[in-house]
């Protein structure tokens, strides 16, 4: 309703600004947060760093990691998801590529060959994805190892 209302129907918009909101990663970021090692902000605060400059400085560097790993799995959802863009995109010119993969399903037909290698080709964009932000998540793995 509220999408239709602001007109985002069909637009990318739609598509893109209602998954950066998504309750699996707030909640996550929240745990995340609160879990975030004190004796890190006590020894920035000791230095002289206001609030700010604590979290600019200490807590963000220190979780390009968590970032990098809830951007990629939010991506992942967003990527494969299909009932979302099916309800706002209704046009063929709007289609996602998992819209586009279930054409190749009809009740008559299963088109495999072609349905497979669209299907490895809608991989691609994860697997480059996966490559580029690879540092940070292992990053942010050996990270979460560390005890205080």
């Known amino acids: 309703m509220l999408v239709s209302t602001l007109g985002w129907v069909s637009t990318l918009r739609g598509l893109i600004i ?20 004190r004796a890190l902000e006590e020894a920035a605060q000791l230095d ?14 220190n979780s390009k990691g968590f970032v990098a ?14 009932l979302w863009p ?4 209704p046009d063929q010119n709007s289609w996602t590529v998992q819209i586009a993969l279930s054409t190749f399903l009809t009740a008559q037909t299963i088109n495999l060959p072609q349905l497979f290698l669209a299907a490895g080709i809608a ?22 190892g560390i005890s205080e």
Do not use: C, D, H, K
């Open 18 to 37: 209602p998954g950066l909101f998504q309750a699996f990663a707030t909640f996550l970021f929240r745990q995340y947060f609160l879990n975030f090692p």
């Open 69 to 82: 790993a809830i951007g990629t799995i939010t991506f992942i959802g967003s990527w494969n998801a299909f």
């Open 86 to 89: 099916l309800v706002i995109a």
């Open 123 to 144: 991989i691609l964009p994860l697997v480059v994805m996966f490559v580029f932000l690879q540092r940070w998540i292992v990053e942010g793995v050996e990270r979460s």
């Open 48 to 61: 002289g760093t206001g609030y700010w400059g604590t979290f600019w400085r200490v807590v963000v560097p």
